[in-house]
């Protein structure tokens, strides 16, 4: 089969496209003949030597995968050869290949294309679980989100909004304002431009969705209402910080960590199954759908993470495998 290979992972690291042996799957996956898949910010960082995939994984990138089942494990009985399925990988998805657990699988409605089907996975799980198993935001709650063009952010504005919750965003340049208010978005900030809290009351937000860290740590904890909760999904601007213990304690604010892709399968079970439970009417009408920003092939992809790293993108960014 034919996949990217991370070449000097690290700062000189290159991505090229390489022929090996298809891979072996377990009795309780499936062998998935892949035809797209979805760049993540994890792609990046693992390349980079940031993140490397967790104890047995493969270390062929990619953590969602869709595509048309070719073999079946002997446990398998809800999927056969020919189903058109999506689904959650550890790693492995920039391949032709992949295997993927039949519990974090599912079929694809017939009028889904592989490219929506592709950017959905780790997308829904994740706002999922910050949101609504961690967050437990609810009808007339306040949420920041920051990176509104972000997969996970344009996705959660969707899904808040159908909460009946008011949402803070963040862009980084006034053409992504219309595209955020577009998905519903009470108030968007250019964090360029002006600083968010500046622009946002003290203690008036529930909860709030972060992957940025560094400084915004402490701005977080003025802004959290008594008792909200701040999840912090990923820290690129650094993950030390100094914070005032007092001002959590008086607040009763919760501080919470959340990582997807280094969970047990268990855990992954549950939330991709509560995920399906709660939105699959509205993902089967399209009321929530995932962002589709750029598609490229698996021969772009180094184009493809660039684009990424530019941060001009505004929803997922597709690669076609096949």
Not at 161 to 185: C, P
Request: charge should be negative.
């Amino acid at each position: 089969m034919r996949y990217v290979h991370i070449e000097n992972p690290g700062p000189h690291s290159r991505l090229v496209i390489e022929n090996g042996s298809n891979p072996q799957y377990s009795a309780s996956q499936i062998l998935v003949n892949v035809k797209a898949t979805a760049l993540n910010r994890a792609d990046i960082m693992q390349r980079y030597g940031k993140y490397p995939p967790p104890a047995g994984e493969s270390d062929i990138l990619g953590l969602e995968v869709a595509g048309e089942v070719v073999e079946v494990g002997a446990e398998v009985d809800q999927f056969k050869p020919g189903d058109k399925i999506y689904g959650l990988v550890g790693s492995g998805a920039y391949a032709e290949f992949c295997p993927v657990e039949a519990s974090l699988a599912q079929h694809i409605p017939d009028h889904w294309d592989y490219t929506l089907a592709a950017a959905l996975p780790e997308a829904l799980t994740t706002v999922y679980a910050t949101l609504f198993d961690l967050g437990t935001l609810s009808q007339g709650q306040t949420l920041l989100i920051h990176g509104a063009g972000s997969g996970i952010a344009s996705l959660a504005i969707q899904m808040a909004k159908l909460t009946h919750a008011r949402v803070i965003t963040t862009v980084g340049t006034d053409d992504k304002i219309d595209k955020a208010r577009k998905l519903g978005a009470d108030q968007i900030i250019n964090y360029r431009k002006q600083d968010f809290e500046d622009l946002i009351e003290d203690h008036s937000v529930d909860l709030i969705v972060d992957f940025i860290g560094g400084d915004y740590f402490n701005k977080h904890l003025h802004l959290l209402k008594p008792k909200g909760k701040l999840i912090q999904i990923a820290c690129l601007k650094g993950s030390t910080v100094e914070c005032n213990l007092a001002l959590i304690m008086r607040k009763r604010l919760q501080i919470i960590g959340f990582v997807l892709r280094s969970q047990s399968l268990v855990e992954k079970n549950k939330l991709w199954s509560d995920a399906h439970k709660l939105w699959a009417d509205a993902l089967k009408i399209k009321k929530i759908s995932p962002i589709i920003d750029r598609e490229f092939t698996l021969d772009q992809v180094e184009e493809a993470q660039q684009y990424m790293q530019s941060g001009v993108h505004f929803g997922k960014i597709v690669l076609h495998v096949d």
